[in-house]
């Protein structure tokens, strides 16, 4: 199994986004092939060998209000391949923290731990085997910093050690070169405008809206709930955090240490 994760927006006052969204798509390692050449086919036929476009400029009001034709039919198109494959989506959905997040060194952010516990339940529900994490490259620091916490906890923390089913070698690539990579960077858009226009609470009331309900309820069609037996507690395949960015009181337990 691999896992194209990414971020739309990212948790801290100063940054534009009102709901950072971090989102893992987890495509079965056979269907890879078959899902980059519907990729490649439909990139060509709709911008010829243009590169990589960023979900930024794809997803915004002006793709509807402007008539940008090419932009909506690239988003259609790639929501439309991964609904034609048994793939699965989760997402975490955090609000704009009114002060700086602060992570303890070594520790895995919250929304990332989170990501990979869903996925880890994912994972061993179906009987899969591992699941590789494969990230859009940032850059070097922050890249190495999320590797190291990722390893950390799998390696040094109870919980962590208690996953079979995350590769411990998180990979690091440019989605202008592995292009299965864009479906999380362009899920993550659609996943943010959906919250960030409160259509979880309303209708939607411009075409944009309308667009976006849309692809949400085709991507949300691929997720999954984690019942977990012992607690009766539902664990949402799209989890709302909000504001809190702490480990839960029963999970503190965790001893990152040597």
Not at 70 to 83: H, L, Q
Request: with cysteine; hydrophobic share 35%.
């Amino acid at each position: 199994m691999l896992t194209f994760i990414d971020e739309s927006g990212y948790p801290r006052p100063t940054d534009s986004t009102k709901n950072p969204i971090l989102l893992g798509v987890c495509i079965h390692e056979n269907d890879i092939k078959p899902i980059t050449n519907q990729i490649y086919k439909l990139k060509d036929s709709i911008y010829g060998k243009q590169d990589e476009i960023k979900s930024t400029k794809l997803i915004r009001e002006a793709t509807i209000t402007k008539n940008r034709t090419n932009n909506k039919a690239y988003v259609e198109g790639m929501v439309d391949i991964i609904t034609s494959y048994d793939a699965a989506i989760f997402a975490v959905v955090m609000d704009k923290p009114d002060e700086p997040v602060v992570v303890p060194e070594h520790h895995l952010p919250k929304q990332y731990y989170l990501l990979m516990k869903k996925i880890e339940f994912f994972c061993k529900h179906h009987h899969y085997g591992k699941a590789m994490m494969i990230f859009d490259e940032v850059h070097e620091d922050a890249d190495r910093k999320i590797a190291e916490a990722l390893t950390g906890f799998l390696f040094k923390t109870n919980f962590g050690r208690s996953f079979h089913h995350i590769l411990e070698m998180p990979l690091f690539v440019s989605s202008a070169v592995t292009p299965a990579v864009q479906f999380s960077d362009i899920f993550a858009g659609i996943v943010r405008h959906y919250y960030e226009n409160e259509l979880d609470q309303k209708e939607p009331t411009t075409d944009f809206q309308k667009w976006i309900v849309e692809l949400f309820n085709k991507l949300y069609s691929l997720t999954e709930n984690n019942f977990i037996p012992k607690s009766r507690y539902v664990e949402y395949g799209f989890q709302k955090i909000g504001k809190n960015f702490s480990y839960p009181v029963s999970e503190k337990y965790i001893d990152l240490g040597e």
